[in-house]
């Protein structure tokens, strides 16, 4: 999204209602496959490229799989980052070059690293009927950039605070935190707030944070929030506000961390700091190399990679200057 188009805020700057909101508006990427199901994709774009470490956020359904046909993704490979699975609704069977063989169900966090080489496969399940949720990256730090293959699972208790029902999937926040070890400071959660409810949170002054819409309309720090749309906040407050504006209960995904420094070039399923990070790992997976091991169990073949651009690939960080008001 163009930074000087309308739906665009500065983040982080005063106003007289709290902190100033930056909205980002998602736009449709149809997957591949011949059945291709299309996500509403809010990062990366051209106004901003993370959020803490979060570099990618795909948000799907509800899709009624009688009529889309689901998820089916063959082995793909994964480079230099973590994928972080969320459902709403649904499930999704998982199976990777580590060995791992789960499902992915409604509140519960699936997070694998993909950090020297990974393939995985992502299939939903014949009971399922509607499929609903998110699919998220974590850029991996330049130190451990290159670490080894890992998946974890997690089912995050609820926690009940100020007319909010709270799963905290990654890092801390009302009072709960996390098992599962992150490469960054992070935080990722998922809010339900009850009709016109409002809540409070504390929050760690030194994250930015992204608010994630799924469901209803959400006013975060003075600025209301549309169903897809990705509210950004800059570091600097301890709290944050949100309010249910709907007569229904409302839902969001709230991501958050220290702000990331370093530059990355993501292209296709790698991330990378160079062009050539990326023609070495695309080369590997094309040759089969154990880099990326072997999926066992998916009926079909690996997916190719596409052809590269005619160009260089330029490594990207956030924007320094962003434009635009709401």
């Given at each position: 999204m163009d930074p000087a188009a309308p739906g665009t805020a500065p983040g982080g700057e005063e106003s007289a209602s709290g902190p100033r909101v930056e909205v980002l508006s998602p736009r449709d990427v149809p997957l591949g496959g011949p059945r291709a199901m299309t996500v509403r994709r809010t990062l990366p774009q051209r106004a901003r490229t993370f959020i803490g470490a979060w570099c990618f956020i795909d948000h799907y359904g509800p899709d009624d799989v009688a009529e889309t046909g689901g998820m089916d993704v063959a082995p793909h490979p994964h480079t230099g980052l973590q994928t972080v699975s969320w459902l709403f609704s649904g499930e999704i069977e998982h199976r990777d070059s580590l060995g791992s063989h789960a499902f992915v169900r409604p509140g519960e966090l699936n997070l694998m690293t993909g950090g020297h080489g990974i393939s995985h496969t992502?299939?939903?399940?014949?009971?399922?009927?509607?499929?609903?949720?998110?699919?998220?990256?974590?850029?991996?730090?330049?130190?451990?950039?290159?670490?080894?293959?890992?998946?974890?699972?997690?089912?995050?208790?609820?926690?009940?605070?100020?007319?909010?029902?709270?799963?905290?999937?990654?890092?801390?926040?009302?009072?709960?935190?996390?098992?599962?070890?992150?490469?960054?400071?992070?935080?990722?959660?998922?809010?339900?707030?009850?009709?016109?409810?409002?809540?409070?949170?504390?929050?760690?002054?030194?994250?930015?944070?992204?608010?994630?819409?799924?469901?209803?309309?959400?006013?975060?720090?003075?600025?209301?929030?549309?169903?897809?749309?990705?509210?950004?906040?800059?570091?600097?407050?301890?709290?944050?506000?949100?309010?249910?504006?709907?007569?229904?209960?409302?839902?969001?995904?709230?991501?958050?961390?220290?702000?990331?420094?370093?530059?990355?070039?993501?292209?296709?399923?790698?991330?990378?700091?160079?062009?050539?990070?990326?023609?070495?790992?695309?080369?590997?997976?094309?040759?089969?190399?154990?880099?990326?091991?072997?999926?066992?169990?998916?009926?079909?073949?690996?997916?190719?990679?596409?052809?590269?651009?005619?160009a260089t690939i330029a490594p990207r960080g956030n924007p320094t200057h962003r434009r635009g008001t709401r």
């Open positions: 992502e299939v939903s399940t014949p009971r399922t009927t509607i499929l609903h949720g998110v699919q998220l990256w974590v850029a991996l730090p330049g130190e451990h950039r290159d670490t080894g293959r890992d998946f974890r699972h997690h089912v995050p208790d609820p926690v009940h605070r100020d007319g909010a029902v709270i799963r905290v999937f990654l890092g801390s926040l009302a009072g709960d935190t996390s098992p599962v070890p992150a490469f960054t400071p992070l935080l990722g959660a998922e809010i339900v707030l009850e009709p016109h409810g409002t809540t409070t949170l504390d929050t760690d002054a030194s994250f930015e944070h992204g608010l994630l819409v799924d469901r209803g309309t959400i006013r975060m720090s003075g600025t209301s929030l549309r169903p897809a749309e990705l509210g950004y906040l800059a570091p600097g407050s301890g709290t944050l506000t949100l309010t249910n504006e709907t007569d229904a209960p409302a839902r969001a995904v709230l991501v958050g961390g220290t702000p990331f420094e370093e530059r990355i070039v993501m292209w296709w399923n790698f991330v990378g700091r160079s062009h050539e990070d990326i023609v070495r790992a695309r080369e590997e997976w094309q040759a089969g190399s154990e880099r990326f091991g072997h999926v066992e169990g998916y009926p079909g073949d690996r997916i190719p990679a596409p052809s590269l651009p005619n």
